[in-house]
Each structure stands twice: as C-alpha cells, then as structure tokens.
C-alpha cells in the first residue's frame, strides 16, 4: 500500500524538475522514448510517482538510472511537463537521498551555498598544498600549529568518508531496489549474466547510442564524433585513463617524466579525450543545441567545468614542464589544476559524479531483476 | 361511368440512385397505360428547379387534381412538392410521395428487376391513395397571448423577460417561497466566479420592472387542462386560494436536486469531515481564512468524484457533466482562501469540456493530484481519529492500491430530477425518460418541444445542464413559444382524428387510449358521442384501430386510403420482369476486375459449371464455411455467380458461375 507524500512534488521542484504537475498521463513520453521497456517503464511511471508523492516508489525504480536525458520525451510533451527535466531531478534527489551525510541535498538544493562550499574547499586545499613544503617560510609556524602528519591523515580520513559514503550509498540503493524481490530460478546464472550486461553496457554504452539513432533525432544525421553518445563516451574513458594513469604513476613511484612512457601516453590520450568531449557537452549546453542540453543546473555546470579544467590546465602544464617554462603563472595553473582535481575526486560521492557508481548499480539491479 | 380523374406522376431517377437499378421508363410508361393518370414523366432530379417548374406548369396546364411524386423518402422532401402543389392552386394534401429509393433501389441493388416490379406496386398504391386522399385544410386555433412558466429559477425568470418582451403575458409559477431556485443559494459560480445571488436578485429585478409578468410563490399546481392555445391551469397560492390561469402555452422549468448520497455511502454520515460539494460550498463561501472542519483547520482535502453519478447498475447511469468544473472551481476558490492545501481529485473521467478546460489546467498546475478510480473499484472511506482515510486503486498508477489521509472529503454529487417531478409529469402529461428527466421530442431537431403540443422545456428539468445550457434552453423554448403562439391563431397540420358522430355511442374506449387527452365525451343531439380536440390531437391514430365501430378514422390514412393502397400493390404489374437476377434495367455485364482474389478463384474451380450450395463449396474448397458465405455474397453482387434456386430440401440455395 502506497503512502503519499504531497510535499514530495515540491520537494523535486526545489531539485529542479520543471512544471511537471502539468501532466496529465497520456503516455506520450514513454511512448517515443527508446529505451523505455516492458517492466521499465519511464518517464511517465516516474512522473505519475512524483505527481502524486508516492516517494519510496520513485527511488526503488530502477528505471530512473536507464534514461541517459536525449530529451525526446520533452519534446513531444504536450504539456510542457518537460519529463526530462523532471527525470534528471529525481535523478539527483535519489544521489541525495543515498548519501548519509545530507551534504549532497543541500549542494543540489542551493546554488549559492554550492558556489561558496566549492571555493572554501578550493581555498582550503590550495592553502594546504602550498604549506606542505616542510621548508616553506609559511610552514614552519603552521606546522608548529598543525603537524604535517595530522593534515595528512586528515586528508586520508576525508578520503575514507568519502569512500564511505558512497558504499553506504551503493548499499542504500541495493537495499531499496531489492526490497520484496523475489530471486530468480537460477540465481548464479542470473548473476553472471546481470554481470556481463552491466559491464557491456559500462563500456559501450550501446542503450545511449540507440537514443541518438532514433528516427527523429536531431543527432541521427550528424557525424559519430558529434553524437552525444560519443561526447559522454570520451569524457568517461578520459578520466578513467587519467585515473589510471596517474594511479599506476603512483604506484611506480614514477612522476611520468619521459613522454613515451606509456603511462604518459596513456595519460595524453585521455586527457585529449576528456578535453574534446567536455569542451563539446559544455558547447551543446551553451548553445541549447538540443532539449537535451536546454536546462542545465550549477551542478551540471560545476561538474562539466571541473572535468574540462582538469584537462586543459593538465596539457598546459604539459607543455610547460616539455619546454622547461618556469614561470609563476605556470605554477599558479599548476596549483589550480591540482585543487580542482583533488576537489573532484573528494566530492566523487556528493556531486553530480555520483551518477557513475549509482548507474552501474542500477543497471545490474534492472538486469538481474529481469533475468 | 365515374368523373375522369387528372393525375399526374413524376419518377425520378435521383441522377441514377434510382434509374441505375429501376426501371423508370417502364415504370412510366405503365403507369402511362392508366386511365387515371393524365401525366406521367420521368426526371432526372424531380427536386430541381425546372422539374418542379415543369410540374407546376402540368398541375396549371392539365387541370391536375392530384400529384405522385416516386423519388426519395417523404422524411425528404414531402413539403417541397406540397410546396409545389400549393403554389399551382392544387391542394397540398392531393400529393403523395412514394419512395422507390430507399425502398426499392438502394435496398435491392442486387436484384434490379425485382426493385422494378416492387416500385411498380408502390407507385400504384400511391396513385390510389392520391385518388383516395381528401383535401385537407389547415386547422386553426385561436391562441391566449400568455404563457404559464412552471419555476421561477434562473432559466424559468430569464425565459419568462424574454416572453415578457416579445410581449407575451407571462405567469411565473413557483413553488418556494421566493424566486432564484438553486443558484441563487451560491456566491461563486464557475466560470467567472460571479455571485449566484447577485445574478438572481439581478434576474428578480428585471421581472419586477415588467408589468406582463405575475410571479406567484408558494403556488401549487393543482390541475391542468386544455391544449395549445388554451390551456388552463389551477394555482393554489400560500395554501389559500385556487387561481385559474388562462395560457396560450406552457413552459416547464422546473430544475433538478442535487443528488443525496446514502448513508455511509463513501463513508456520508460518518463524522462532519465527510460532505457533499453543495455543503462544501456552503462552507467555502461562509468564511476567510482557514477552512475549519469539526474545530480543526482543513490542510488536506480529496474530492471523489461521480457520487451516485453513471451508475453501471444503479438508476442514474448518467453523467452530470457540471460537477466536474464545478467541484475543480471550488477546489480553486479553496487554494485560493486557505493556502498551502494539498488536494486530491479521485476522479472517473474528468469531463471539463469546452472552455472549462482551463479549470482543470489550472487546477493542475496549482498542484493538485488526481487519481483515476474505476467504478468497479471505489475508494474506501473509513474515519481514523480525527482524520479520514482513503484507500483506492490508482488506474494511472498501474493500479497501485493508494493511502492517503485526509482532513475533508468532498463527495462531488450531481443533479437527479425532482424528487416531484413524477407529480409534474402526470399533470401535464408530459414523458419522462428511464432517467426520469422530462424527454424532448427529438434530442438534436426539436430539443425544447414535448411530445404535448403546447408543452415545452427550459433548464435543468431535462437532465443536467450548466446554468448557461440551461438559460440556452429556456431562451430557445421561449423563442420556439413565441414562434407558435405570437400571431394570435396557430396553424397545425389537419393530419387528426375525427369522428363520425352518426357511427359513434360513446363507448370511451377511443378516450381511454389517447394519451394527449385530445378525446372527450360530448352531446349530440339526443346522444352522447366522441369528439376531438384537433388542437391537442397528434395524429398518432391509436384511436382508429380501437374503435368498435369504425366511427373514428385519421385524416391521410382513412380506411379507404389504406384499404385501396393494398389492393392497387397487390393486383398483378403490367411490367413483365426478366428471369431473376438477369435483365439488369442498368444493362450492367459482370463487374471487370484484372483478376479475382485468390479466393474466388479456388471457389470458382470448386463450383465448375454446376450449381453448389454455400455448404458444398465449403466442403470442396476446406474455407469456413461464414467466410464462403461472405465470398459467395460478395461475389453475387458483383456478378460473378448468380443465384440458381433453391434445392429440393428447401434448405439452400444453390449459386453457378454467371457466364
């Protein structure tokens, strides 16, 4: 027995779903949607839940996570209900409501306190990076205040919780996904099979790819490497390249000062990739080349921005270390190239970055119920 | 020897509908053959203007003294050749018209000689009929300028101005004890939020500046009689004394109620938090602020809608189309008095039609949820302390079963008739419908008119209709009163029962049947006989036929018209048709087709040159045997096979190839 909810709906508005109390459940939405299935059906499932404030409902539908916003559906809404906007706003409630701490609720909820939290940490990790210099003139009365070892450890701590939090929210989601289902006749196989689809989809991203090749799509006519498909497939693999890369360098004890290591080749092709895709998803947004791209929120903005100035400022630094240019404005880029990654990775669970474990997890969960 | 008669007949061959299967030039010329007829034509359009100028000419020319027309429907064009025959000095009544398309070709296009020789039987008929028929004259009735309005709610005052203007005398008859019905007990009404007691003091107003119109409240209606032109209708007023009002015609205005739910029916009755939209409104409009049930201030409101409304199985399977607009306007004024409520609309369908889908839109937009229940699983009321829980199956939701708890449930009931309207009914004689709302004669034609010359309609008394439906209807029956009555003397049609006082004794049996109460008992001379009020008569002839002594007949369908329409299609035809389905009057070969279906072509094989029953050729070809049916007809229409006879059993016919 559903319970509902009547604050819910404002509850998503503060999220940034747009008028959808317009709806008046045709179906259209679910009807040109191409990923839209037998047992997953959205938007208008969804829709219906937030209209009437039936919470707990929305958050146990995996069916959220299969959408990747191609905004067809908002587009041929005959109620400007825009159900796009409303998808990407449960979208971010269930990240805020997975996460134990409240600190995503509130980034997602309120654009100033978002902007201020965002430079107090940028301004905390850049003070702490450039005091770690055990000789550095600042350092010596700091590190009398504040040893070296306990920022250190402080720093691993914030990384831990963080870690934390995201598992707690993986496991939150599991749980809420799972509640009353029944395991399947085989349940191993069933696994290994929700497995091999989940991993498959990661890579290939195959259900987006068929958003763009639908027959009215704007997308459907323009060349490969301009399809939105590709543009979230070259930021995806962009970081984690990066990722990689700078973790085996780590692992190495190698800072990756040969070009033709392949660690730095690694690192460079990423960082192309990251670089082109973020610069043409951060275009499309400004140009509202698409309904897709029409209602970006601050996080949208943060994140987008974040990943594309982590590469940029990477290649600078590139060239500036290749051609030995000692300069102080290359030691400033350095420096924020630096805190804007650091803030990325610390803010994995709390930002819009979330949406890369919590699709995986919802994913596996869709194709392990339907097995 | 008998006078010659001058008749003249026009076949039409409706520019092929008829000639493409009947043929009129035979038809022509038999009847050409008959000593009675003086003309006989055949036409392309017997409706256009030429023919009927050509038929003008013949009626003036050739001294006609009757006309047939064998065209179309008479429900077609029965008054243009009437029209025809008036304007060329031959009474109206002289014409007959027979229909040989929709009775012989379009009903037997497969059988043309046989619609041929039909037609000829129906044109002889007709021509006896011609010769048998009277020439009528229009009856006259002087009328009483004055009209008795029965209620004085929105539509009975704005319909009794308007007659009051036409200058019409108007008695505005009303059983409360003031003017205004129901909407004058509201102070928001949908679509522009304007008081119902400002419109009816505004209404009570304007009748008291018209001298023509005499309001009588508290008045009970005690008898009615008379007929269109003269009715008579007795008025108690206040319990005290009995008014005898003299009115050219009636106008029935008498609203509706609004539907009572049982007890416990959506948990009614059970505690002050569950009320009728009628009682919510009353509430709505008695205050400011916050909306205050049982002490406790309102935050959550559900409506259900459709109470006691479009019932499957119980009496009121209709929809009141009002109350969905109207239970959302006040949903609209509650957001708009108390803020910050949450709504939920538990709704059948939401029938806002018209312009009233902004209501809804806006109501939508506002927040408001709505749940769609099907009849056959209605939410469940029950009363929770001081809340009230719901529970119902959402349609729209996969039909998840919802909770929700609320501190006001607004039941939205519609308008049920009159709880008197059965009393208003059998005093004026007037039928209801299985609804129990008055009936019209004819929902889209003749949509304020009873079936009681005289008697008509205005508002909700006829089933349930917004007030601007309903004042649409008051005005129309008032202009539709006017029409009738405004000249002083009404013209009706002489198509009514009459009596031959020489054959009649007055048995009652005639006065019995008659359900207009045309038939009364009166002197003649030294006996007692029948006579009809040709005024309230409808010509529905079921006195005719109950008479035992043939002394009351229908004028245009008398005894002698009818006995000789079926001797003239009984006798034999001077047409002599071709063997049956052969001798196509249109000269038409078997249909070309590039090839048959494949169907046929396997049927076709089956059948060779014998002749098969549909049976056999489904036992020879293995198709089901419906669907061999189908093919065989199908192909008997166009030609292919032709029908053979019927074999020795008696039992099927039997089909052969065409060629």
């Not at chain 1, 990943?307 to 600078?316: D, E, N, Q, T």
């Amino acid at each position: 027995m559903a319970v509902l909810d009547p604050s819910f709906k404002r509850t998503l508005k503060r999220y940034g779903a747009g008028d959808f109390s317009a709806c008046y459940n045709c179906g259209t939405c679910t009807a040109v949607c191409n990923l839209s299935e037998k047992n997953a059906e959205f938007p208008r499932k969804l829709l219906r839940y937030g209209m009437l404030g039936m919470k707990e409902e929305a958050l146990a539908d995996p069916a959220l996570w299969l959408c990747y916003a191609c905004g067809s559906c908002s587009d041929t809404c005959p109620r400007d209900a825009d159900p796009k906007a409303y998808m990407a706003a449960l979208r971010r409630y269930a990240v805020a409501r997975s996460e134990p701490t409240g600190l995503t609720g509130l980034l997602f909820t309120s654009n100033p306190l978002s902007i201020v939290f965002s430079l107090v940490l940028a301004l905390v990790l850049g003070f702490f990076m450039l005091t770690l210099k055990p000789d550095h003139v600042v350092s010596r009365w700091i590190f009398e205040a504040l040893p070296y070892e306990i920022i250190h450890n402080v720093g691993l701590i914030v990384m831990i919780l963080t870690v934390i939090s995201m598992l707690f929210g993986v496991v939150m989601m599991f749980r809420r996904l799972f509640k009353g289902f029944k395991l399947p006749e085989r349940p191993w196989a069933a696994l290994v099979d929700a497995v091999k689809k989940t991993i498959v989809e990661l890579i290939s991203m195959k259900r987006y790819r068929s958003c763009d090749n639908d027959e009215e799509s704007f997308w459907r006519t323009r060349p490969l490497v301009t399809k939105p498909w590709f543009v979230h497939l070259s930021i995806m693999w962009g970081f984690i390249g990066l990722l990689v890369a700078t973790a085996v360098n780590f692992i190495l004890k190698d800072p990756g000062t040969q070009v033709w290591l392949p660690t730095r080749l690694l690192g460079t092709i990423s960082g192309i990739a990251l670089v082109y895709g973020s610069s043409l998803a951060i275009y499309y947004r400004l140009a509202k080349i698409t309904s897709s791209y029409k209602k970006s929120s601050l996080s949208d903005w943060l994140f987008l921005g974040s990943l594309w100035f982590a590469g940029v400022s990477g290649f600078w630094m590139e060239i500036a270390v290749t051609a030995d240019w000692a300069s102080s404005l290359n030691r400033i880029v350095f420096l924020l190239h630096t805190v804007v990654s650091m803030e990325l990775v610390l803010l994995f669970a709390f930002s819009k970055f979330a949406h890369a474990f919590y699709r995986p997890v919802a994913l596996f969960t869709h194709f392990f119920r339907k097995a | 020897m008998a006078e010659q008669k001058r008749v003249g007949v026009y076949i039409c061959h409706c520019g092929g509908n008829i000639s493409d299967y009947v043929d009129v030039v035979a038809l022509r010329d038999e009847l050409a053959k008959d000593p009675d007829v003086l003309v006989s034509k055949h036409l392309q359009f017997a409706c256009s203007d030429a023919s009927q100028k050509e038929m003008e000419k013949d009626i003036r020319d050739q001294h006609l003294d009757a006309m047939i027309v064998c065209s179309c429907s008479p429900k077609l064009h029965t008054h243009t050749f009437r029209n025809v025959a008036a304007r060329s000095g031959l009474n109206p009544y002289k014409y007959v018209q027979v229909n040989i398309r929709e009775q012989c070709s379009w009903a037997h296009s497969d059988h043309s000689a046989e619609a041929t020789l039909k037609a000829s039987g129906l044109v002889r008929a007709g021509k006896e009929r011609v010769l048998n028929a009277e020439a009528l004259i229009p009856i006259r009735v002087e009328s009483r300028q004055a009209v008795a309005v029965i209620g004085a709610g929105v539509s009975g005052m704005r319909a009794a101005t308007a007659l009051a203007d036409m200058g019409e005398e108007v008695f505005l008859i009303e059983s409360a004890e003031k003017a205004g019905g129901q909407v004058g007990s509201r102070a928001k009404l949908f679509p522009d939020n304007s008081s119902g007691a400002a419109l009816v003091e505004r209404m009570q107003g304007e009748i008291r500046k018209r001298p023509g119109i005499k309001l009588f409240t508290k008045a009970t209606i005690q008898n009615v009689s008379g007929s269109l032109g003269n009715f008579t209708v007795k008025v108690s007023v206040g319990g005290g004394e009995t008014l005898s009002l003299n009115a050219g015609a009636i106008l029935i205005a008498t609203g509706y109620d609004d539907y009572k739910p049982l007890t416990d029916e959506f948990g009614y009755g059970s505690g002050p938090n569950v009320m009728t939209l009628p009682e919510f409104n009353a509430l709505l409009e008695s205050g400011s602020g916050d909306i205050r049930v049982g002490g406790r201030a309102v935050k959550r409101i559900a409506y259900i809608y459709c109470v006691g409304m479009r019932q499957v199985k119980g009496p009121n399977a209709y929809c009141s189309r009002a109350c969905c607009t109207a239970a959302i306007s006040s949903a609209l004024a509650a957001h708009e008095r108390a803020g910050g409520l949450d709504i939920f609309h538990l709704y059948r369908d939401i029938r806002t039609y018209g312009k009233q889908e902004s209501f809804y839109e806006r109501s939508s937009k506002a927040g408001d949820s709505y749940l769609m229940y099907s009849e056959k699983s209605p939410p469940k009321v029950e009363q929770k302390g001081a809340s009230l829980g719901i529970t119902v199956k959402d349609s729209l939701t996969a039909k998840t079963d919802i909770e929700l708890e609320v501190d006001l449930l607004v039941l939205v009931t519609g308008m049920v008739p009159r709880s008197d309207s059965g009393n208003i009914a059998s005093l004026f004689k007037i039928p209801r419908g299985s609804d129990k709302f008055f009936n019209e004669i004819h929902p889209k034609l003749r949509p304020v008119e009873t079936v009681i010359n005289g008697i008509y309609l205005g508002g909700s008394c006829q089933g349930p209709k917004t007030i601007s439906e309903s004042v649409q209807s008051s005005l129309a029956a008032a202009s539709k009163i006017f029409g009738v009555i405004g000249k002083g003397t009404i013209e009706l049609e002489p198509i009514v029962a009459r009596v031959h006082e020489a054959d009649c004794s007055y048995c009652g049996k005639c006065a019995k049947v008659c359900e207009y109460s045309a038939i009364t008992e009166a002197e003649h001379g030294d006996r007692r006989v029948a006579i009809v009020n040709s005024s309230a008569c409808v010509g529905c002839g079921i006195c005719a036929p109950v008479c035992p002594s043939d002394a009351i007949d229908l004028a245009r369908y008398t005894n002698a018209e009818i006995e000789s329409m079926i001797d003239a299609f009984a006798a034999a035809s001077g047409i002599v048709p071709s063997a049956s389905g052969e001798g196509d009057a249109s000269g038409k070969e078997s249909i070309q087709m590039k090839e048959f279906p494949a169907r046929w072509n396997t049927m076709l094989a089956a059948i060779g040159d014998e002749a098969m029953s549909i049976p056999a050729i489904a036992g020879a070809t293995g198709f089901d045997a419906q669907d061999v049916t189908f093919e065989v007809m199908t192909m008997v229409k166009y030609r292919v096979l032709v029908p053979k006879g019927i074999d020795d059993d008696d039992e099927y016919y039997s089909y052969q190839r065409k060629w």
